[in-house]
């Protein structure tokens, strides 16, 4: 017997087939067509040279570079280049101007809004949402309630040198006392319900009264008698309604005991003076500059 006779021939084409049945179906061997073929051939040649010319295979640390020397970074470093070759003017005329006239000059308000815009973006809406809007330890910098102050210097400021960090030491710095080994239970309830009262909330009127004067033993001193706050101390105002972390009472008392202490960067070091100037520029116009 011939290899052919050997071939599982399809009656009705007359063509052999790959031996695969479903449901009584053949499947048939037709070959490729050619055009097919030389064009899958020719996508693996493309392949292999496209591999040598440009960035392809991962190595341990790094990736094969190809002998074209092609970057996307160096291709995004080379545009942000040109870029700030072209806004190189308008920067340095922003690294000195005076923030408080800067509406004067309509054109490089727009531009440092616009500028401070995509810096707020790029460092600073990790933490304060990319509408500036904040959540829980990181402020809101849309309303009128500033720690340390919401007016161009002040804003300027915080931004060049941050809160409580160890690299600048510039930086704007508070300590509020964990008063959880210093008051009792008993007593912690009671400033809670003072700090309840003040801000216009429900209270246990009999606690709240004994807080009142626990709160001016231990408490005034930064935030004020009236719980009024103190930006020199960077001590919040405790009479609104505007919490970094929160009114009700289970926060209060968390606070209370166990104290907070949030951390800023400072950017100084890592923004230019006319960056620093656009991205206060963009804070102080969303709404709550002073």
């Known amino acids: 017997m011939s290899s052919k006779d050997k071939k599982d021939v399809d009656d009705v084409t007359g063509i052999d087939t790959t031996g695969h049945s479903?449901?009584?179906?053949?499947?048939?061997?037709?070959?490729?067509?050619?055009?097919?073929?030389?064009?899958?051939?020719?996508?693996?040649?493309?392949?292999?040279?496209?591999?040598?010319?440009?960035?392809?295979?991962?190595?341990?640390?790094?990736?094969?570079?190809?002998?074209?020397?092609?970057?996307?970074?160096?291709?995004?470093?080379?545009?942000?280049?040109?870029?700030?070759?072209?806004?190189?003017?308008?920067?340095?005329?922003?690294?000195?101007?005076?923030?408080?006239?800067?509406?004067?000059?309509?054109?490089?308000?727009?531009?440092a809004t616009s500028a401070g815009g995509a810096v707020f973006r790029n460092n600073c809406s990790q933490c304060h949402g990319s509408g500036a809007a904040g959540a829980v330890g990181y402020?809101?910098?849309?309303?009128?309630?500033?720690?340390?102050?919401?007016?161009?210097?002040?804003?300027?400021?915080?931004?060049?040198?941050?809160?409580?960090?160890?690299?600048?030491?510039?930086?704007?710095?508070?300590?509020?006392?964990?008063?959880?080994?210093?008051?009792?239970?008993?007593?912690i309830d009671a400033v809670v319900n003072h700090v309840l009262a003040i801000s216009g909330q429900g209270h246990d009127a009999t606690l709240a009264a004994a807080g009142s004067e626990l709160f001016l033993d231990n408490c005034a001193a930064c935030h004020g008698d009236a719980g009024t706050g103190n930006r020199d101390l960077g001590a919040p105002n405790l009479t609104n309604n505007i919490?970094?972390?929160?009114?009700?009472p289970a926060t209060l008392e968390q606070t209370i005991r166990y104290a907070r202490f949030g951390v800023m960067p400072p950017w100084g070091t890592r923004l230019t003076e006319a960056e620093i100037r656009a991205v206060t520029a963009y804070v102080h116009q969303l709404g709550g500059g002073e």
Do not use: C
């Open 22 to 111: 479903w449901d009584g179906i053949k499947e048939l061997n037709n070959p490729l067509p050619r055009w097919w073929l030389w064009t899958f051939y020719l996508t693996i040649i493309w392949g292999i040279g496209y591999t040598i010319a440009f960035p392809a295979w991962p190595l341990i640390s790094s990736a094969t570079s190809g002998v074209l020397g092609y970057s996307t970074r160096g291709e995004v470093a080379q545009e942000i280049a040109r870029f700030q070759e072209a806004n190189a003017d308008i920067m340095a005329e922003l690294a000195v101007a005076d923030l408080e006239t800067l509406d004067q000059n309509p054109e490089l308000m727009r531009f």
């Open 139 to 187: 402020p809101n910098l849309l309303d009128d309630d500033w720690l340390w102050g919401g007016d161009f210097e002040n804003i300027a400021y915080t931004v060049r040198h941050g809160i409580r960090n160890e690299e600048d030491w510039d930086a704007r710095y508070s300590q509020m006392t964990a008063f959880d080994d210093i008051l009792s239970n008993d007593e």
């Open 243 to 248: 919490w970094l972390y929160g009114g009700d």
